[in-house]
């Protein structure tokens, strides 16, 4: 008799996905705060992490003076990394639609420390000039908005499925049941 065992599971990734809507009302007066200086969201939770977005209406640094930078943020709250991909964008007030200034895919998420990870490896940015001009439909009464789709990819979780199955396979015995078939006609 031969025995024959089978057995399987499943790796599973949940994710959790969450958008944040900043308005910047007021924009005009937020020119001139300084390079590097920020406004922040308030702090919204994904997936069981506190994070925020920085808006910098000068430029987040020398390098980007002639921009506007936005950027993602961890807060301090929370324990471990978070993995997770994001998208930020501009909404364009006059159709609604978004633009996207920085696009991390779920295929490639990154790795998010409180403290770590700052603009411009978590973060996008649009030239003044582009977001400013007439027709852009960014700014519209002196205010913008910003979205920022976030999606923290949790721990893979491994389950049985199966249970493992232990199948008795007799002897064949086809010989006999010929023998009677010809005897008995």
């Not at 020119?31 to 987040?60: C, E, H, M, N």
Request: with cysteine; glycine share 10%; proline share 3%.
């Amino acid at each position: 008799m031969a025995l024959e065992s089978k057995s399987s599971s499943r790796c599973t990734t949940e994710t959790a996905k969450g958008t944040h809507v900043l308005e910047i009302v007021g924009y005009s007066l937020k020119k001139g705060l300084g390079i590097g200086k920020f406004v922040q969201s308030a702090i919204f939770t994904v997936g069981g992490y506190d994070w925020t977005i920085r808006f910098y209406p000068d430029g987040a640094n020398m390098s980007y003076a002639d921009c506007v930078c936005v950027s993602v943020s961890r807060e301090p709250t929370g324990r471990g990394l978070a993995r997770a991909s994001c998208d930020l964008r501009l909404v364009n007030k006059d159709t609604g639609l978004p633009k996207s200034i920085w696009f991390l895919s779920q295929a490639t998420p990154t790795e998010f420390d409180y403290g770590n990870r700052v603009f411009p490896e978590c973060g996008g940015f649009i030239e003044r000039s582009e977001l400013e001009l007439e027709g852009s439909g960014y700014i519209k009464d002196d205010s913008l908005t910003i979205e920022c789709v976030l999606t923290v990819i949790k721990q893979s979780q491994v389950t049985k499925t199966t249970g493992s199955s232990e199948i008795k396979v007799s002897s064949s015995n086809l010989s006999d049941h010929f023998d009677k078939l010809l005897l008995e006609g």
